[in-house]
């Protein structure tokens, strides 16, 4: 197979306490205010300050009330959130050594349905606590039945899941129910009030008492719920239900987060809030979360995931976790015909694929930048560009 | 409501099961309404006569009631559930649920009884056992001897005898004595035999029946009763205005709104005698009977009491068992349980009638099916994936516990031949709902969270 370079930025990920502050109040900086009220928020949580906490719950649902009413964020506000990332930084938050150890490793897993149509072969892998690892794939290629797999709620044929408890051969189930947290495409319909919902799940999960409305009040103001706090399923947007469920799932306080189609009906704001909440929760100082999502959004996931395993017809084709050099491939929409492109390509080896909806280029001997510099040279009108030359995309 | 929302908030907050169960607003409900059922039936229908045709309409329509507030509670129960979000949970939690749901679902299959109790409260406040039955004997009596000394029928009585069987009544008729046969026997149907006042006159026997005064025979003991009926009906019935008079006491005393007016029969003026229907109307022997009736309906001894509180309680513990093997389940599994119980119980049948098996090999098959059963569900333990054949036989091994003493004192007692097995019932009964409690908290709760925590 060919290879290819798996763009991830990588930046944030191995931050310390102070570059994470220092990040919060670029946000502040720039007026980023929805961000840097949640990255506070997540900030407050790992220093497992209580007071602190409480504090920055009132703070952030004023700050979430304001963008609401497209109000901006005055200067008391600002000086507040200032004075909770001061308390943060004397309140320094020490790594979880928990980081980095493999929460799951996959050996020759494989699951044949009995009605035989489909079967998920053989695959290894492993997922690491704070990971995110992305699960991308054509529909009925294995995603979801992987992910089920993977959350205890499907029984593999062969082969073998080793979670980080496991003593003996055969899991204990309950406890990978209970540390493995899975949110099914359709949610399920819940019913009560969103915030009565909280409250049960996170006393049924230990939070007792006031550990309990401080939890739920976080993950309110985390996920910007506070306003719908007495809403039930039907006054909500798939938007709010997709956040209340991830919202809903945390007080599980899982080791593995595991999500199919998140994005699904989600639109473009949306889908980016919560893989951004995603990545975040997952690289907590004090919690880290390993997440296993699949979607559609290739370019969406690839951007927060680790790793990524690429499925097609039930087969791990592919799993990427760090730069490779590859060859260039693009995507190009053009106004011109396909061999004015041709034309405009002589002298390169290329390969060009049309699926409709635009070009697929790839190349051994030119850079994606440099072949985008010829084409404009030789009056080629591009109307739309990307690199996929780290992406599995180019599988599809 | 502010009280109530404070209970429960404080118990969404720290005891998540106890919230979700809705356990205090139901138990509030159906407090509230069994008192108010309570109050109702102890002043109202308590001592009416016509409240014996009211009664099982009322206590039909609670029933009702009751299956309908069940409903709408099991409503509220799919709302929530703890065990399904695979949350912190102990087994003990198994045994918790199971004693919230019994109290919930008890508080409400109550309602149909609160009448009962009523009433017998009602009755037995008012006036001491000993007495009712002493007057209710009386009343019997009495009733006896008016329809029988009317002046225009051509006989009357000098003698009763009691006899078992409507049989006797046809051998035994040399003695010119009146023969009433036991109530059971002829439906409650009275015979007579009937000694001629005259030679001209027929003799022979006569369906009887005490048209407006029918009540059962009392609270004690049967043949005593009709001991005393035939000592009372031996001695002087010529004073009849005395015995009207006690038996306007009587009136008084039991039925509320009795006027208090004791008065001959007549011939009415085409010359029909209508005695029967005057005494009947003018002393109120209906209504007497009704109350009367009512009155030994209501003072129930404590071999009803037992058999009340046995069908109440076996009621809620089934709904119970049936309730919680619902929310430990998954609904695919818990509806196979419930035809695969269907269809081994006709094939049981079926097999059964058609080999004239014997109460002992009916006995030994059910308990192979439930050890057949046991050992199945027990297989949970080591199985990697879930499936449905477990799910059904760990269901059924939870559902039939309490069963399986019962079974094998039956197995005892028909090898043994032993007629009297009572107290074997008695003692299995204890040890099926002990052994039932012990494996909510020890065997059955850790065989249900494995169960439904295992992959498909």
């Known amino acids: 197979m060919t290879s290819f370079v798996l763009a991830i930025d990588l930046s944030t990920y191995d931050m310390m306490w102070t570059e994470t502050l220092t990040e919060i109040r670029s946000y502040f900086r720039h007026g980023d205010y929805p961000l840097a009220i949640r990255r506070t928020l997540d900030a407050t949580f790992d220093s497992d300050n209580r007071t602190l906490i409480r504090r920055a719950i009132t703070w952030g649902n004023t700050g979430h009330a304001l963008l609401d009413n497209n109000k901006v964020p005055d200067e008391n506000f600002i000086r507040e959130g200032e004075d909770i990332l001061v308390q943060l930084e004397s309140s320094e938050a020490q790594k979880s050594p928990a980081y980095g150890i493999d929460f799951l490793q996959a050996n020759q897993v494989q699951k044949t349905y009995t009605s035989g149509h489909f079967s998920l072969k053989p695959m290894d892998f492993t997922i690491k606590a704070g990971e995110v690892v992305g699960v991308v794939g054509e529909n009925g290629n294995g995603k979801t039945t992987l992910l089920r797999i993977l959350s205890g709620y499907l029984n593999q044929n062969a082969g073998e899941l080793r979670y980080y408890f496991q003593e003996n051969d055969m899991p204990h189930y309950y406890r990978v129910k209970n540390e493995v947290a899975f949110i099914p495409q359709r949610i399920p319909r819940w019913f009560g009030s969103l915030k009565d919902n909280l409250h049960f799940y996170a006393s049924s999960n230990g939070f007792l008492g006031e550990e309990n409305e401080l939890m739920t009040d976080f993950m309110l103001a985390r996920f910007g719920l506070t306003k719908f706090s007495n809403l039930t399923w039907n006054q909500l947007s798939s938007g709010y239900r997709t956040r209340f469920e991830i919202a809903k799932i945390l007080l599980k306080r899982p080791k593995l987060l595991v999500l199919d189609e998140p994005l699904a009906n989600l639109d473009i704001n949306a889908q980016q809030t919560i893989l951004n909440d995603l990545r975040v929760l997952s690289k907590s100082f004090r919690k880290p979360l390993a997440v296993v999502l699949s979607s559609q959004q290739l370019h969406e996931v690839e951007k927060i995931a680790d790793k990524v395993l690429f499925l097609k017809n039930g087969q791990l084709l592919h799993t990427q976790t760090k730069e490779v050099e590859a060859d260039t491939v693009i995507e190009i929409e053009i106004k011109n015909e396909r061999v004015e492109l041709e034309n405009a390509m002589e002298g390169i080896h290329f390969q060009i694929k049309y699926n409709g909806g635009y070009y697929m280029v790839s190349s051994t001997n030119i850079s994606s930048t440099d072949l985008v510099k010829l084409l404009f040279q030789k009056g080629i009108i591009v109307t739309y560009f990307r690199d996929i030359s780290q992406s599995t995309k180019r599988f599809f | ?456």
Not at chain 2, 39 to 47: D, K, L
Not at chain 2, 94 to 108: E, R, W
């Open chain 2, 1 to 456: 409501m502010k009280f109530i929302h404070k209970i429960q908030h404080y118990l969404l907050l720290h005891h998540p099961l106890i919230w979700s169960t809705r356990i205090v607003p139901t138990l509030i409900f159906s407090g509230i309404v069994s008192v108010i059922l309570f109050v109702f039936f102890y002043f109202t229908a308590a001592t009416a006569g016509s409240a014996s045709y009211a009664f099982p309409a009322w206590v039909s329509f609670l029933g009702l009631s009751s299956v309908i507030a069940i409903i709408v509670y099991l409503i509220y129960l799919l709302r929530f559930n703890q065990f399904k979000h695979f949350g912190s949970l102990h087994w003990s939690q198994f045994f918790l649920h199971f004693l919230i749901l019994f109290l919930a679902l008890g508080s409400m299959i109550i309602w149909p009884f609160i009448p009962g109790l009523a009433a017998h409260a009602a009755t037995t406040t008012e006036h001491t056992i000993p007495e009712m039955e002493a007057d209710l004997e009386e009343a019997y009596i009495l009733a006896v001897q008016l329809e029988y000394t009317k002046e225009t029928m051509p006989y009357r009585m000098v003698n009763i005898q009691v006899s078992d069987s409507v049989s006797d009544i046809m051998t035994d008729d040399v003695n010119n004595h009146i023969i009433v046969p036991s109530e059971e026997d002829i439906q409650r149907e009275r015979y007579v035999k009937l000694e001629k006042k005259s030679e001209t006159e027929y003799i022979g026997y006569e369906q009887i029946s005490l048209l407006c005064a029918e009540f059962p025979y009392g609270l004690g003991d049967y043949e005593g009763l009709n001991e005393q009926l035939y000592q009372n009906v031996q001695a002087d019935i010529s004073n009849k205005e005395t015995k009207l008079a006690r038996l306007n006491d009587i009136f008084a005393k039991y039925i509320r709104y009795y006027d208090g007016n004791v008065r001959k029969g007549t011939i009415d003026i085409y010359g029909y005698d209508n005695t029967e229907s005057t005494i009947c109307t003018n002393y109120k022997l209906s209504e007497m009977g009704g109350a009367m009736q009512n009155i030994n309906d209501r003072i129930l001894s404590d071999s009803d009491w037992a058999v009340y509180l046995r069908f109440w309680f076996y009621l809620t513990l089934y709904s119970t068992l049936l309730l919680l093997i619902f929310r430990y389940m998954s609904p695919r599994t818990f509806l196979w349980t419930l035809l695969f119980t269907f269809l081994l119980f006709v094939f049981t049948m079926i097999i059964t009638l058609s080999s004239g098996l014997g109460e002992i090999s009916i006995f030994s098959v059910m308990m192979f099916y439930y050890l057949l059963f046991l050992g199945f569900a027990s297989t949970i333990f080591f199985s990697k994936s879930r499936n449905v054949f477990q799910g059904i036989a760990l269901n059924l091994s939870f559902f039939f516990l309490p069963l399986l003493p019962l079974l094998l004192s039956g197995i005892v007692c028909e090898i043994n031949d032993n007629g009297n097995c009572d107290t074997y019932i008695q003692v299995s009964e204890f040890v099926g709902i002990g052994l039932l409690l012990i494996s909510t908290l020890v065997f059955h709760s850790r065989l249900f969270y494995r169960w439904y925590s295992l992959p498909e």
